[in-house]
Nanobody, 120 residues
Framework: QVQLVESGGGLVQAGGSLRLSCTASGSGFRLNSMGWYRQAPGKEREFVARITIIGSTTYADSVKGRFTISRDNAKNTVYLQMNSLKPEDTAVYYC??????????????WGQGTQVTVSL
């Protein structure tokens, strides 16, 4: 069982910054891609950013140039540095990982979500 624990959410004023972290715990697996999604009230969950095991990154157009995703493979941790935050970035942010267990089975896991609120 792979468990994801997120941290770093909170309340920040527009133009401010926050850094989210997500750590995968457990054993017997390798993490391939790691990413972040978000869901605002009344909206569907949407993609934010993703990073592969070799460090290739992909971003939603809405966050390009403001958010940076990174990972520490030794710690099984993915980060999301969010700068120049806007009120429309307000959402619950979810960590998502795709990996493989040593037995060969692929898996996808989600974190519990962390609230990010950006005020005017």
């Amino acid at each position: 069982q792979v468990q994801l624990v997120e941290s770093g959410g909170g309340l920040v004023q527009a133009g401010g910054s926050l850094r989210l972290s997500c750590t995968a715990s457990g054993s017997g697996f390798r993490l391939n891609s790691m990413g972040w999604y978000r869901q605002a009230p009344g909206k569907e969950r949407e993609f934010v950013a993703r990073i592969t095991i070799i460090g290739s990154t992909t971003y939603a157009d809405s966050v390009k140039g403001r958010f940076t995703i990174s990972r520490d493979n030794a710690k099984n941790t993915v980060y999301l540095q969010m700068n120049s935050l806007k009120p429309e970035d307000t959402a619950v942010y979810y960590c998502n990982v795709e990996g493989m267990r040593w037995g060969g089975a692929n898996f996808v896991s989600w974190g519990q979500g962390t609230q990010v609120t950006v005020s005017l």
